[in-house]
Structure formats: C-alpha cells, structure tokens
C-alpha cells in the first residue's frame, strides 16, 4: 500500500526567505504525485502535479516541486515566501489502480514572520 | 465553472442522530470522491464514483457510512448513529475522466461536531 511522510510538522520562515517542505512517499511504480494547499477552514487547493516526463514541475503562486526517484521524494520549493503563504500543505500521491484515489501525508503548517 | 460545493458547511448534531451531507461536483466532471480529514490530518479517502456507479466502498469507515450518486450529478454521504468520532471535515471532490490528467478539484467542506 502507498503512503506518504511529511517529516515537519511546522516550519517557520521569515518572509522573503526561501522555502522547501519535505514529502517522501512509498509507491511500487512510477507515482502520480501532487501538492496541495489548504487556508483554515477551507477545502484544498491543487498547486502542482507530476505524473512523467520533466522531473521539475511548476505549479501556481510562485511553487515548484522536484521528484527524485532514487530517494523516493518530492519536496516543495519556493525561492521567496509571502506571508498569504501561510496555510498548511500536504502532499499526496495517487493509486491509478484505484481511480487515482489520493493517499496525503500528515501535512506541514507553515508560518511566515514579518 | 462554479467550483465543488458542499452543503451544509457546518453541522453539530447529537450523538446517536443521523446525518446527511451533500455535494455537488463541477458539472462536467464525471468522477466524484468523498475524504475525511480530522484535525492536525491530511484527508482520508472514503469512496468515489465514476458517473452514478460507486466504484469503491471497501474504505468506508463502518456499516454506518454510506453514499449515493443516483443520477450521476450530486452525491449525498449518510452518517447514521453517529459517534463523538465522526466529528471532522467532510470533503468532496470531482475531477474529469482520468484525474491524472486534470486533478481533483475540492469543495469547502463540510465540518461535522457531534456532541
């Protein structure tokens, strides 16, 4: 079975600073792998995918994640943080045998200080 | 295109009540998935359908959960007897076709406090 670990549970950044939030995942193929974020309070918001080809993806608000399969990881990336950044972030990655249901990570709260 | 919604937003019901939660996908998308997320947790895949067929069920969490999807469109989730530990974010979401290819697009939520 899938799953997916996001070591911290909060991260701290000052704004301006850049960002990396960890996700590393269990999968017996090539994973369908995807970062989302979530304000409190609302649903989630899809900020980028891989499913093949180009191992560095851009996704929306500045994001970009890179898959690397030898350490079965797919961190986040942001040159500069915002304070709007601040929300929680969780990864997942879907089983295309089961109609691409999601398995998430625990997620990770980041804080942006002035 | 107006998004996944999902009524009623907020819910406390008392424990033992039964309760019934709705959500109405994007209206071209032919997949819906339902997920639950306690707090301080990522979601937890519940079920999904593919048009009005419930393609997947094994992961609901007891006999006291189910859903529907009976024309294909809006889906209802059903709680009966719930529990103090039902209490959590209820979350919809609908993609087309292969989600591969357009991702899932979440609705709000519905928040559940059972008392």
């Known amino acids: 079975a899938q799953s997916v670990t996001q070591p911290d549970i909060h991260i701290t950044v000052s704004e301006g600073a850049s960002l990396e939030l960890r996700c590393n995942y269990s999968?017996?193929?090539?994973?369908?792998l995807f970062w989302y974020v979530q304000s409190p309070g609302q649903g989630l918001q899809l900020l980028l995918k891989?499913?093949?080809?180009?191992?560095l993806v851009q996704g929306i608000k500045g994001f970009e994640a890179e898959f690397k399969r030898s350490q079965s990881s797919f961190n986040l990336r942001k040159p500069s943080v915002h304070w709007s950044d601040a929300a929680e972030y969780f990864c997942a990655v879907g089983d295309r045998n089961a109609g691409n249901m999601l398995t998430f990570g625990g997620g990770t709260r980041l804080m942006v200080k002035p | 295109d107006t998004g996944v919604s999902q009524d009623p937003r907020h819910k406390i019901t008392k424990r033992g009540q039964n309760v019934t939660f709705r959500c109405d996908p994007i209206s071209e998308h032919n997949r819906l998935y339902w997920y639950r997320q306690t707090l301080g947790q990522g979601p937890e895949f519940l079920t999904y359908f593919q048009n009005e067929a419930q393609l997947e069920k094994s992961r609901l969490l007891s006999d006291r959960f189910s859903a529907e999807r009976p024309k294909g469109s809006f889906s209802t989730l059903e709680i009966q007897r719930t529990e103090q530990g039902d209490s959590a974010m209820y979350l919809c979401a609908s993609s087309r076709g292969d989600a591969t290819n357009y991702g899932y697009t979440f609705g709000s939520g519905t928040r559940l406090t059972v008392v």
């Open positions: 999968y017996g193929a090539t994973p369908y």
């Open positions: 891989y499913f093949s080809g180009d191992t």
